[in-house]
């Protein structure tokens, strides 16, 4: 039946229900999905039965919300088929899980499906027909929004200045109409002729519902010119909803058939296509730029930075992760391995290097990576794993914001053992190396390696001081001539060799000295007062390069779009098997009339080279996430 060409007209008028669950089966393409992956439902019961996950709490708090007007959601058979559907998706697609509405959906599908029907059906529907609706960020739903409120643009110019004189948010007000698939907004009747409507046509009949809707609205009366404010409007779709199934009289009907051809001819696939294309990035970029701004106003402590350097470190510090991490692990704390990755986005001497088996290398490396972990254990603040976004800002501002003697001590307590209050022989040793290690790349070898003879031997020499020995020049100089009459060409296995020989040297005896004779060995050489007071923080570079401007546009979101939510774009409006060479006939295939896009919409330019639309599509997601109370980190 379904190769007929009078199929559309079919569904258009009603399905019977005891065929609905089948037709949106074979509609969607679930059909095909559920007999290619035969056992497949009952597999994820099966495994993870007993086992719970944050989707699984989330779905068990939406559960009794779903559909309570429907008399077989108030009994625990109901109850639990949408928990055994809702918790098989979670586990098959662990990276969504779960989001609200989800629940809303299903539990309509289940009123004319299996479980394993509505299953495959869910998957098509968060997978392929309204990708980026049901996840964390709603990108999708967003996008859509932005898309609708253009037509309503377009198509009701007066109406729409009027919306906005009053800052009636519209998009607001009908994201609920999209994110449930109009299942909560209108009686089940009329919510089901939807759902057989967007099986066979596609996600064009959001579009055109709500915008049939809104017509409507506006032929019937004055209502919406006289609102005021969001509730208002809100108020008038409530009391439309509830009279629609009111019969009309003859003139009533006529004119509401012909708005009805009229307003969904203007809505194709073509349009929704291009208007997706063109908005896709700039709804991507709104979606980050609320996210970021959202996590800086929820910081604790700025530390001094300015919005500009806090943002950049926001972006690397979330880059980092995001490249850094695998699919299945949703974390905002860095470990070892991705915070040295941070670090190399700030400082050249951070940036790893190839190792070629060398013992020169070898040493190199580990050199870097023992600095890099003491800086690690520095910005780690509380007892959890890993670092996260507030601990990265207090520790890069010791290092950017300090001045020489808060410096000096931030390098005292990296090496200081156990927080204790001195240094040992052991840990000026250990120092020597690494600062040796990043001075021989911001100076040179030759000048790096007087400063560490000099931090050594005046390290020895203060110990002596505060145990009141008397001051003997002649052994200082025979110790600092020891040291530095190494061989210009030494190799760097050599310095570090040498240096470790002091701690048995019997010139140079075990010893401890405090942060104030710590501060005066470094005050007596001016390479590392200078060191110190600028050259460890001018090493840190807070810009952002090419690579990265381009990389920041919405990772996360970007990937989803391109990976998971490819259809997002092109796969959107094929999304089931074309069942026949002849297409069902559209609606203006019945009224004996071609479908032309509008001439407003032919060669439109795309919004990212239109700055004044840009700056109205960041205030209009700005106020979308804000009235949702979203936050995505």
């Not at 229900?17 to 089948?22: A, C, D, M, P, S």
């Not at 009908?174 to 066979?200: E, G, K, T």
Request: glycine residues 6%; contains cysteine.
């Amino acid at each position: 039946m379904m190769w007929l060409p009078d199929f559309g007209k079919l569904v258009r008028v009603g399905l019977p229900n005891r065929l609905r669950g089948e037709v949106w089966e074979a509609c969607s393409g679930a059909m095909y999905l559920r007999f290619a992956n035969q056992g497949v439902y009952h597999g994820l019961l099966n495994t993870y039965a007993g086992q719970t996950s944050i989707s699984t709490e989330e779905i068990e708090k939406d559960l009794n919300r779903s559909l309570p007007e429907y008399a077989a959601y108030q009994t625990q058979e109901g109850i639990d088929r949408l928990r055994r559907v809702l918790t098989a998706y979670s586990w098959r697609n662990p990276e969504l899980g779960y989001c609200q509405a989800m629940n809303i959906v299903t539990s309509a599908l289940l009123i004319y499906t299996t479980e394993e029907q509505a299953f495959w059906i869910l998957n098509v529907l968060v997978d392929r027909m309204c990708p980026g609706y049901y996840s964390t960020s709603m990108y999708g739903a967003l996008l859509d929004q932005i898309i609708f409120e253009q037509l309503v643009k377009k198509t009701m110019p007066i109406l729409w200045d009027h919306f906005k004189k009053r800052d009636v948010q519209l998009s607001v007000a009908c994201l609920p109409w999209f994110l449930s698939l109009y299942i909560n907004s209108m009686p089940l009747l009329f919510a089901f002729r939807v759902l057989d409507c967007l099986f066979m046509d596609g996600p064009k009949v959001l579009f055109q519902i709500g915008h049939l809707l809104i017509a409507i609205l506006k032929l019937n009366g004055e209502e919406l010119l006289q609102t005021k404010d969001d509730s208002a409007f809100l108020d008038i779709l409530k009391q439309f909803f509830t009279t629609l199934d009111t019969p009309l009289n003859h003139g009533e009907k006529r004119e509401s058939k012909n708005l009805t051809y009229r307003e969904f001819s203007i809505v194709t696939d073509e349009l929704i296509l291009e208007l997706r294309r063109q908005n896709q990035l700039k709804v991507v970029a709104g979606i980050e730029s609320y996210t970021k701004r959202s996590a800086i106003r929820h910081l604790k402590d700025i530390a001094g930075f300015n919005k500009e350097d806090i943002a950049i470190v926001y972006d690397k510090f979330f880059a980092a992760l995001y490249y850094a991490k695998s699919k299945s692990d949703k974390t905002d704390r860095m470990d070892v391995e991705t915070f040295h990755s941070f670090l190399g986005t700030l400082t050249e001497w951070a940036q790893p290097e190839p190792l070629d088996g060398s013992v020169e290398m070898t040493i190199h490396y580990q050199l870097g990576e023992a600095f890099v972990h003491r800086l690690f254990k520095y910005f780690h603040h509380d007892h959890y794993s890993g670092i996260n976004f507030q601990d990265v800002v207090l520790g890069l501002s010791d290092i950017l914001h300090g001045d020489l003697m808060s410096q000096i001590g931030l390098f005292f307590t990296l090496y200081a053992q156990d927080k204790q209050q001195v240094l040992t022989s052991r840990d000026i040793v250990t120092m020597g190396k690494e600062i040796f290690w990043l001075l021989r790349q911001l100076k040179g070898d030759t000048i790096a390696w007087d400063a560490v003879c000099s931090l050594m031997v005046h390290s020895y020499e203060q110990y002596e001081i505060t145990l009141g020995y008397e001051n003997n020049n002649g052994l200082l100089a025979h110790r600092l001539a020891e040291l530095s009459m190494t061989d210009q060409s030494a190799s760097l296995y050599e310095r570090t060799s040498q240096l470790e020989s002091i701690l048995s040297d019997v010139h140079f005896p075990l010893i401890e000295i405090s942060l104030p004779c710590f501060r005066m060995v470094v005050l007596i050489n001016e390479t590392l007062e200078i060191f110190f007071d600028s050259g460890f923080s001018h090493s840190f570079m807070l810009e952002k390069s090419a690579a990265e401007r381009q990389k920041s546009l919405g990772r996360e979101l970007f990937d989803n779009l391109f990976t998971q939510g490819k259809h997002l774009a092109k796969e959107t409006i094929a999304y089931r098997p074309r069942l026949s060479p002849v297409p069902s006939p559209s609606n203006s295939q019945m009224t004996g009339r071609t479908s032309p896009t509008p001439s407003y919409f032919l060669g439109a330019t795309s919004t990212v080279d239109r700055p004044g639309q840009e700056t109205t599509m960041s205030d209009e997601i700005d106020h979308l996430l804000t009235e949702l109370g979203h936050l995505d980190v």
